[in-house]
């Protein structure tokens, strides 16, 4: 490999931990005032990806226990972030959502980054951005032929 190829792509890791831990620390704040385990967190970030998910298939998302899985989902109800339903295809089982708080928070914490990169990008001469986006995409396209090699 050449040995500017090698000083460019370490530049762009650099860049890209400068630029992630600018978004973390305008975030902190936001993370540090939160009244969750982290295995609470995990819950709420794995329930918002789904319509609905059963304490077992939430013990299995999380690779924990059932018994584990139930006591997280009740501090998590008690908590006002997630509400049980009955499962409509089943009685005997119960659906666990994100309540409209939970749902509120996930999103709060993922916004937050969001809205302060688009800031950032605002700030950019137009050359700079697509020049940016062009990269971006590159690099999208990478990781996504990745991630479908990865996959069973």
């Not at 190829?5 to 978004?23: C, G, I, N, S, W």
């Not at 009685?91 to 994100?98: D, F, I, P």
């Not at 020049?131 to 990478?142: P, S």
Request: hydrophobic share 45%.
């Amino acid at each position: 490999m050449e040995p500017c190829a090698d000083r460019l792509r370490e530049e762009a890791v650099q860049t890209y931990k400068t630029v992630f831990h600018a978004l973390q620390a305008a975030n902190a704040a936001q993370w540090l005032h939160l009244e969750l385990t982290m295995a609470q967190l995990k819950a709420l970030m794995a329930l918002s990806k789904g319509d609905g998910e059963t304490v077992g298939s939430m013990a299995d998302a999380l690779e924990i226990g059932l018994s584990a899985s139930s006591q997280l989902t009740e501090r998590l109800v008690q908590h006002g972030l997630v509400e049980r339903r009955d499962d409509p295809s089943d009685r005997r089982r119960a659906l666990v959502h994100l309540s409209p708080a939970g749902e509120q928070l996930v999103t709060r914490l993922r916004q937050g980054n969001e809205e302060r990169l688009r800031d950032w990008l605002a700030r950019l001469e137009e050359a700079d951005l697509q020049a940016l986006v062009q990269g971006l995409r590159a690099l999208a396209a990478v990781a996504s032929a990745r991630r479908e090699a990865v996959r069973p």
